[in-house]
Structure formats: C-alpha cells, structure tokens
C-alpha cells in the first residue's frame, strides 16, 4: 500500500471510530459497543402502572465495564421490557447516581438532537421510573409485582399510595379509614374485605378484612401507633421483621380479632391489619351454622400479607 492510501485509510477508520463514538448509545451501534449485547441474566421483574399497564423486564450483566476518556465508568448491562401497549425494546445501562437507568440513545445530547433519549426506564428499589422524550407520558407508578404464588390472581396497585399487593379473586378493595383509636387519631388505607362466600354458613362476618394502612410523619413505626392498649413484639418472618401486635374484644355475642404487622423503618409508616369478625358459635342454634376455618383464614391473609411490595 502506498504511503497516500495508508493515510486514507487511517482517516477513514479514524472517522468511523468518531462517528460510532457519537453514536454509540444508538440502537444500531451500542452492540457494537456491547452496551446491548445480552450477557447473562440476572434478574426478570413484573410492574404494574397506574390504568393498570404493565412492563415486563429482564435485566442483563454486559461484558467487563470500560472508562471513558475523563475516568467515567461506562455500563455495559442492558434491560430488555415487554410493554402492555405491545412496545418491546432493548436498552442500554447508563450512569445513574441513583437506582439503575437505561435508555435508548445518549444521555449527554439534548431532547431534539440526533441521537438524544427518547425513551428511559429507570428501576429504583421496588418502583421504575419511565420518560418518554423526557416525560411521564404512558407508564406512571410503576411498581413491581410478585408472582402470584397460588390463589392470589388480582392485583392492587397504587403509585400514589406507593404499594402494590396480590389478593384472592372476589375479595373487594376499597380505600378506608380506621377509626378506632379515637377522635383525631384516624388512620386511612385501603381493605380487602373478604370473599362473601368465605363467610355464608359460618359463624365468620362477610365484613372480616386485611388492610395496608399508613401514618405519615411518624418518628417510628410500631404496632402501637395502629393499635390501643397493646405492646408491639418483634417478628422477623425470614428477611423480614415486623412490629406485632394483637388484640380481641367481645359484645353481644360478637367476638373481634385483630392483628397488626408494623414494618420499622417506613415512612410513612406502613401496617398491615387483619379484622377477623365473628359470632359466637355457642349463641347459634345446633345446626345452623357451621364455625368458620378460622387457621385457614389467618394462613389466607399471611400469603396476601407476603406480596406486599412498597415504594418510599
């Protein structure tokens, strides 16, 4: 080769290594740059939206992480998301202070420039944020979601309220508030009363609910702060540790159940009650009604408990 066409062709590559550069985040180039290139699994999550909208996300490790020229690392994992709207796309990790974000395109251009992000998904802890052209637009709320772990196929999802939970077909949610503390002491949520059908034959009330509830501005979060005249326990069920407390109470042939799983170190401070509701199955006539299952009740409400998931 002369010494004109090695110079060419040096230009030439020097060019192209520019062009990619800048163009890297494209989904066109940013497998070039292994940005997008699936490597392996490490984890696959369900959130639900607000309008009940879904996304599907598998998140993948990249190849070994690079530096830019000033020092930056550059991530090379990738997020590959199923959207209820029939929109699926592959993005590329980025720099992110907080959670873990990916988008399509380059973060450092502006919104209307060649190459700029377009769409952004951004998990962080529990919940994912979504721009589109830097904007909450479609997906809004976004909250995961555990699989259903059997009997449990509705879905409650607030992104105001900051939680999503699984709960049995036929159970109906509702916003709520506890009044039972006293005057000014009320305390709002959202319950789901149980199946009617649970109830009808037994001794059990068709009013009996699991609730999520919440106390802003709290300095902690105890059982004591969503129940009378008790003293809180800690329970720790595997990774998790509560704040517990219970109480009963009897009138007119009624007896009350009420259990209350505090989790310390949420705020606003987040409980989950159980108001199991029944009568006395002595005052009934022989025959009448049968007594309700009261462990398989209690064993109903700890799976629905255990799908809680929250964002703060």
Not at 123 to 132: F, H, M, P, Y
Not at 136 to 149: E, M, R, T, Y
Not at 239 to 259: H, I, L, M, P
Request: proline content about 4%.
């Amino acid at each position: 080769m002369t010494k004109t066409g090695t110079i060419v062709t040096v230009v030439v590559l020097a060019v192209l290594a520019l062009v990619a550069w800048e163009w890297r985040y494209s989904p066109m180039f940013s497998k070039l740059f292994g940005a997008t290139t699936q490597g392996q699994l490490l984890a696959e999550a369900h959130y639900q939206c607000d309008g009940a909208k879904t996304i599907d996300a598998s998140f993948y490790g990249g190849g070994p992480a690079s530096t830019t020229s000033s020092g930056q690392p550059v991530p090379t994992g990738s997020v590959q998301l199923t959207l209820s709207d029939n929109r699926s796309m592959t993005l590329a990790q980025t720099l992110s202070a907080d959670g873990t974000r990916y988008s399509d395109g380059d973060p450092n251009k502006q919104q209307g420039q060649s190459g700029a992000e377009t769409f952004v998904f951004w998990s962080k802890g529990n919940g994912a944020l979504v721009l589109e052209n830097n904007v909450q637009k479609s997906f809004i709320g976004c909250i995961q979601v555990v699989n259903d772990p059997g009997g449990l196929p509705q879905v409650y999802e607030s992104g105001a309220n900051g939680f999503s939970l699984r709960y049995p077909a036929n159970y109906v949610a509702k916003d709520y508030t506890y009044q039972e503390m006293g005057p000014g002491k009320d305390i709002h949520g959202v319950k789901f009363t149980i199946d009617p059908a649970i109830a009808s034959g037994t001794n059990l009330s068709s009013d009996s609910y699991i609730s999520v509830e919440q106390l802003p501005n709290t300095a902690s979060c105890t059982a004591e702060k969503f129940l009378d005249q008790v003293t809180a326990s800690t329970l720790t069920e595997g990774d998790t540790s509560y704040s517990y407390a219970s109480s009963t109470g009897a009138g007119a042939g009624n007896r009350y159940e009420e259990q209350v799983f505090a989790m310390p170190g949420t705020n606003p401070c987040v409980a989950v009650r159980y108001y199991i509701h029944y009568g006395a199955i002595q005052n009934y006539p022989d025959g009448m009604v049968k007594e309700f299952d009261h462990n398989a009740l209690v064993n109903q409400f700890d799976a629905i408990r255990k799908t809680l998931t929250i964002v703060q």
